[in-house]
Nanobody, 124 residues
Framework: QVQLAESGGGLVQAGDSLRLSCVAF????????IGWFRQGPGKEREFVAA????????WYTDSVKGRFTISRDAAENTVYLQMNNLKLEDTAVYYC?????????????????WGQGTQVTVSS
């Protein structure tokens, strides 16, 4: 059983940066994936980025490539999402989630453990 807790959201202006943190309480296994998803107002939850715990290999959705960076600190059981050059369309509740799928997956239903979410609001 793993519990996830996000933090770091807030209200920023377009062009600013934020770093989200996701702390995992419990054991993360080497083949697990930790992903970040977001859900904007009136939108479906969408994949943002993910990292494989053992290899630290990363994946991103196209709209955040070059602006967001996912990383992990194994000693702290923490995954970060560094978000730079934020845009209005990045406004959403951001969730971290853990998947025990053998392969990377971009679908929310492939992730069995979720945090409570943290709000990111980008203003003009």
């Amino acid at each position: 059983q793993v519990q996830l807790a996000e933090s770091g959201g807030g209200l920023v202006q377009a062009g600013d940066s934020l770093r989200l943190s996701c702390v995992a309480f419990g054991t993360i296994y080497s083949n697990d994936f930790i992903g970040w998803f977001r859900q904007g107002p009136g939108k479906e939850r969408e994949f943002v980025a993910a990292i494989n715990w053992r290899l630290a290999k990363t994946w991103y959705t196209d709209s955040v490539k070059g602006r967001f960076t996912i990383s992990r600190d194994a000693a702290e059981n923490t995954v970060y999402l560094q978000m730079n050059n934020l845009k209005l369309e990045d406004t959403a509740v951001y969730y971290c989630a853990l998947s025990k799928s053998e392969y990377i997956n971009y679908r929310p239903d492939s992730y069995g453990y979720w945090g409570q979410g943290t709000q990111v609001t980008v203003s003009s």
